[in-house]
């Protein structure tokens, strides 16, 4: 359908150039995060984060500290502004009021018959005709190069216990992924290829389910795992991460089980295969691609959950997921450093971005098998 | 224990006791119950193949009915009791937030979320979607709108802190305005009634990659042949996705836009992580949450106003798998 008539070339440009506008768009908040974890707190407050890869004109002022010679009946220091280090001077003035008076290179006349010359590398003369008697102050402005590095991590996983956030997410995350997948597996199979009264009222049931608010299990399951002893812990919310994410999980996979050649199941069972044979041996790794999604989709969703994690889990920070200690203590505590926020949020948001680009496949094709059937 | 040993413990327990929960069961009702070896081994086979079914679903219906439809009747329970949940006070629960401003707002707020997030994040998806159709490099764009969706609500909320910071050195916004000739930096989620859209403007953000993703497949799905006859009959590009792509992927479109509903009946990170509730901003959830440890009498009752308004999506639900079924 490229070519066909109708497609008019000028459409096409105001096409590409609104995708862009648009993807520009969405990017940009992420951007600004990324860039802003990697300043610091000053260079965060000082200038905006689209300005950080410019060097940024910055004034300053340093005491002409050398030792006074005499020379031809005038009193003269000379130096160097940037000491042992370098830089480039682009304009210097010997008050404070106008301390970006003259450019590099000129000679300024000042108060009193003193001068003040300044090069672009640094390197000063400073003359009056009375005595020094204390150091004159000179000023200028040099352009300072970007500086990103990497001390916010360095904070926020070293002092800060992000990393047994992390550690934390991790474990609640993974068995919670893992275990549904089985119990929900099986499930679909008999909903797909099973025949037995009440079918359709399950099938109708977990559709039901999709939808329910996950607001109303929290409090009595919470009472409910407290009788139990399990209590709000690890156990708890893998066993509520799994019930909530059954639903989606039996609903996938039996949309994607029907959909697999009858022909395949039939001959299998006419060679005498068990259900259980059937299921373990043909339906489950012809399910892969379905399987995938599902594991994205839970992952992607445990990972990223607050409600659950604030609910079933402990309320001390030995226990705290990265997102209740985003939520809960760094927003609160740390509120106003926003190099250490950009710095945590890039940590909890950068696994779940990394499976996502690897795996958007899968990601597309379940969305696509949950929603359009 | 700490919590890594107990977490790899936990997935040998779970999945080996899976696989030995239906491995065995099988092997139980094979061998033992109606062994194939005996006086009448085809109505044993039928027996068997009677029970089987509910073999594979046990443990999903154990854990369903456990984890979501005891809640329901739960949380209704729980919510006709007082704070202490030691004294029957019938509906007093759900008198007092009708009572109470806050409940008022809140479900007001929620009201506008249902109707701008949803609606925003479906047009911004279908734009995305069909203007991306033809584009060679429309995948790249697709994936960079879509990876929001990746990011957690609370990290999404703070990448939208940076954009709303109250100082034009931070706040792109704060920015913008300043490039425009405002003098003073403003905070934008304290200006109240518009900090709800500042805030719904992050879910929409998240949202619009889901809404493209399932369109642009359905549009995919459009035949062909109906867009050329309309090229055809000389239809302009607008005519023809107004016209002749839009009706056809209608029923997609209802689905994206319930979805949206749903969940934003179930967010509570965001207002949350931006406002705490503060300055107007409450929504169900969040207000729900708010009550939550403190008095679970109203904490419940809010839950089953929620489940009340997602009802009539259920249902709806329900019945067009139904429809599908047959």
Redesign the interface.
Known sequence: MDNIAGTKSSLNWAVQISVILLVVIWLIPTVGLLVSSFRDRDAITNSGWWLSALPVEQNFAVKAEGEPVSKDGVNVIEGNVFGEGSGTVSKFGGRRAAPDAFKAGETAELTKGRTLTMQSNGDYVYTSPAEIKRAPSVYFAAAQPPEFSMVNYETIMGSANMDRAFINTLTVTIPATIIPILIAAFAAYALAWMDFPGRGLLIAVVVGLLVVPLQLALVPMLKLHNAMGVGQSFLGIWMAHTGFGLPLAIYLLRNYMVGLPRDIIESAKVDGATDFQVFTKIVLPLSFPALASFAIFQFLWTWNDLLVAKVFLPSNSESWVMTVKIADDLLGSRGGDWGILAAAAFISIAVPLIVFFTMQRYLVRGLLAGSVK | MS??I??LL??VI??GG??GY??AS?LLL?KVIFPVQSKNPGKNINRA??V???L??F???F??T???????V??FY?SLFNRSGDEFIAFGNYVSLGQDPGFRTAFLNNFMWMLVVPAASTF?GL??AQ??D??KW?NI?K?????????????A???????Y?N????G?LN?IRFAMGATEALDVLQVQFWNNFFLMVILI?IQ?G?AM??LS??LR?IP?ET??AA?IDG???FQ?FFKIKVPQIMG?IV??WT?IT?LV??V??IV??MTGGNFGTEIL?SY??SY?FRD?GR??A???V??II?LP??VW??RQ??A??K
Do not use: H
Request: proline residues 7%; charged residues 10%.
């Open positions: 919590p890594i107990q977490g936990t997935i779970g999945v899976c696989v239906f491995y099988n094979d193949n009677m089987r079914p509910w594979f679903l443990p999903a219906m854990a369903l456990l984890y979501l439809i005891y809640p329901v739960g949380s729980r911004f734009l995305v203007l991306t033809r584009l429309g764009a994936s960079l709108i879509f990876m929001p969706m990746a990011i957690s609500f609370v990290g909320s703070l990448i939208w802190r940076f954009m910071a100082n034009p050195d931070i792109l920015a953000w619009t889901f993703v399932i497949g359905a799905g062909e867009i050329e090229i239809a302009n590009p023809i997609t689905v994206v979805t749903i009946l179930k509570f990170d949350y992580t959830p729900m949450m939550m679970d904490a419940t809010v839950a089953f929620i489940m997602v999506v259920m639900n329900i798998a139904r599908e079924m």
